[in-house]
């Protein structure tokens, strides 16, 4: 059994920005189920979006983001995040980020959908990348810091580990640190902690086509909802309208939207610009309208993708602001600066999550959740681009003040049980667990995705069923693995969509059904 003060299960950049400040109040254990470089924050192209410079306000950037969300984003959370926005890009420039500049001297700022202003920090098109990079160069030489990768967390440790029941009635449940499964033993760790932190990420691998890399299957989301847990606004699940059509390759690679910020255009397989027929801010409007416009050009005309039109882009810009683009649709015979580029939408962001409070806190006692795995209410019914890596810094900050005042009064937890493994055989035939996931996925894609209808969840739900039942039966007969429990929590997550998808009676943002409005004679 293992002590810790806090226990951060996640090495994006919400686990690591708040492991680098919570280092300085207590030993901090951080837990990642693969190297620490691979996470989502990894792969984000287009930047950070932040109020710096006249004639940007922080008016402008709070309008723009309840405007992408439909008005359904919590206001005094917009307020918190837009507002802290200037101080917590200030954090990533002291631990050594580097933010492009242009020849003035001045930030580089770019634009994408949804924004009024060029609010957009970057460096180059890998700005998830340096992110990364400079954190964990900073978290691994911090003494206070232990790091553990390729530990994977099983479950959140609650009341339920000391034999007392817990219902989603009840008020008082507690966190007291998290079981992980230990590489080297193939056996099941206690790690108890005064504060578990979970910045597991997103959900991307619930469907076919995804942004994300492979450790997002929902985990933080499915532990909590497990352990009784408030989970909330998982219907909108965010499709980027702009990923590179190569279907051989997962995750799918992202054309950043700063692309179409400085002038890039959609165009139908005619070569037809569309967007104007959907939206007045044509290729630059928000997300979910971009999305599910391409989608309807899809159904109408049969084909597979539609283009995007980069020709226009000056080629100095064009090599120094997006040098990965260029190389990787180099790479399969297209020279953006030439060629039309083929893309379709793909599975990229979960606004929904665990819902926390402005200070990161769950409703489970000495629980936060951070990053894309928390429902803070900035998102609303959909995010604004470039709104998340921001999102993550505000309440991991918000966070570790609220925990640092309290860390000292919280003692360890006694009499909590080691993991009982007992009667559990191995499980020889991993194509049922891969096979399960494969159709999940193809269910989720078909029947969840950016058009829905309450048929189609009606479908998914019965099919997602027979699945959670075979994996249960699986997973109670199996010694533990990574891939099962992936597989439960993707089960869960899709669940979960599904269930609140089904409860929204209306079209509204990233949630579109054809049966909502209803139709009329
Ligand atoms: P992640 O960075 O995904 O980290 C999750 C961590 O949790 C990983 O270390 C993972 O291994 C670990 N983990 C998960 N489950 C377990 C478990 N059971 N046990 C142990 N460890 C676990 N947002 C922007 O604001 N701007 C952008 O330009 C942008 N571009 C993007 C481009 C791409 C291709 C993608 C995929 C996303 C992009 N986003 C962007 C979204 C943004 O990158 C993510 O929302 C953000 O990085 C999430 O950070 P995080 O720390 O919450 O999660
Ligand atoms: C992009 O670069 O288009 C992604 C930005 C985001 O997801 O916020």
């Known amino acids: 059994?293992?002590?810790?003060?806090?226990?951060?299960?996640g090495s994006g950049i919400a686990g690591l920005s708040f492991a680098l400040k919570a280092s300085k109040y207590g030993s901090?254990?951080?837990?990642?189920?693969?190297?620490?470089?691979?996470?989502?924050?990894?792969?984000?192209?287009?930047?950070?979006?932040?109020?710096?410079?006249?004639?940007?306000?922080?008016?402008?950037?709070?309008?723009?983001t309840m405007i992408a969300g439909h008005e359904l984003s919590d206001p005094e959370i917009v307020r918190i995040t837009i507002t802290e926005s200037t101080d917590r890009v200030k954090d990533l420039i002291d631990w050594g980020v580097d933010f492009d500049k242009n020849p003035s001297g001045k930030y580089d700022l770019a634009r994408e959908g949804g924004h009024s202003e060029f609010r957009v920090l970057h460096h180059k098109d890998i700005t998830g990348l340096e992110i990364q990079k400079k954190l964990y160069e900073k978290a691994k030489n911090e003494a206070n810091i232990k790091i553990l990768e390729k530990y994977f967390a099983v479950e959140i440790i609650t009341q339920h580990h000391l034999g007392i029941s817990i219902t989603k009635h009840s008020t008082d449940i507690d966190c007291y640190g998290a079981y992980i499964l230990n590489p080297h033993t193939n056996k099941i760790d206690t790690i108890l902690a005064k504060t578990t932190i979970l910045a597991t990420g997103g959900i991307g691998n619930?469907?076919?086509?995804?942004?994300?890399?492979?450790?997002?299957?929902?985990?933080?989301?499915?532990?909590?909802?497990r352990a009784k847990g408030v989970i909330r606004g998982m219907e909108f699940v965010q499709f980027h309208p702009t990923t590179l059509y190569n279907p051989s390759e997962r995750p799918s690679f992202l054309i950043t939207e700063a692309l179409r910020g400085e002038g890039a255009i959609l165009k139908d397989f005619h070569g037809n610009s569309f967007m104007e027929k959907y939206d007045p801010r044509g290729s630059l409007a928000p997300r979910d309208i971009v999305a599910r416009a391409i989608d309807h050009e899809l159904k109408i005309s049969g084909e597979?993708?539609?283009y995007l039109d980069a020709k226009k882009?000056?080629?100095?810009?064009?090599?120094?602001?997006?040098?990965?683009?260029?190389?990787k649709c180099l790479s399969v015979g297209i020279d953006a600066t030439k060629d039309l580029i083929p893309v379709v939408p793909a599975a990229h962001?979960?606004?929904?999550?665990?819902?926390?409070?402005p200070w990161g806190c769950t409703n489970i006692r000495n629980l936060y959740a951070l990053g894309e795995c928390a429902s803070t209410g900035l998102h609303g019914a959909n995010r604004l681009a470039s709104?998340?890596?921001?999102?993550?810094?505000?309440?991991?900050?918000?966070?570790?003040?609220?925990?640092?005042?309290?860390?000292?009064s919280i003692d360890f937890i006694e009499g909590i049980k080691d993991w009982n493994a007992e009667g559990t055989i191995s499980n020889e035939e991993k194509i049922l667990i891969t096979e399960s996931t494969r159709e999940l996925q193809s269910i989720m894609s078909y029947y969840v995705g950016i058009v829905r209808s309450d048929l189609r969840l009606e479908?998914?739900?019965?099919?997602?069923?027979?699945?959670?039942?075979?994996?249960?039966?699986?997973y109670q007969q199996s010694i533990i693995t990574q891939q099962i429990c992936e597989l439960r929590n993707m089960i869960c997550t899709a669940y979960l969509i599904i269930k609140e998808a089904m409860k929204r009676k209306e079209s509204l943002g990233l949630h579109y059904s054809i049966d909502y409005p209803p139709k009329t004679d």
């Not at 293992?2 to 951060?8: E, Q």
């Not at 951080?30 to 470089?37: F, I, N, P, S």
């Not at 619930?206 to 909802?225: C, E, F, K, L, R």
């Not at 962001?349 to 409070?357: H, M, N, Q, V």
């Open 28 to 64: 901090v254990c951080l837990v990642t189920k693969d190297v620490v470089q691979e996470t989502s924050t990894r792969y984000a192209q287009g930047g950070i979006a932040a109020v710096m410079y006249h004639p940007d306000t922080y008016e402008k950037h709070i309008e723009d």
């Open 304 to 306: 597979k993708h539609v």
């Open 1 to 9: 059994m293992k002590h810790t003060d806090f226990l951060v299960i």
């Open 349 to 357: 962001y979960s606004c929904g999550g665990i819902l926390t409070d």
């Open 206 to 225: 619930v469907y076919s086509n995804t942004t994300n890399p492979a450790v997002s299957t929902g985990d933080g989301i499915a532990m909590v909802h």
């Open 313 to 327: 882009i000056n080629k100095t810009v064009f090599f120094n602001h997006f040098p990965t683009i260029y190389s």
């Open 387 to 408: 709104n998340s890596l921001l999102e993550s810094l505000v309440f991991s900050h918000r966070a570790c003040e609220h925990a640092s005042q309290k860390i000292n």
């Open 459 to 474: 479908r998914a739900l019965k099919r997602i069923n027979i699945i959670y039942q075979e994996t249960e039966t699986l």
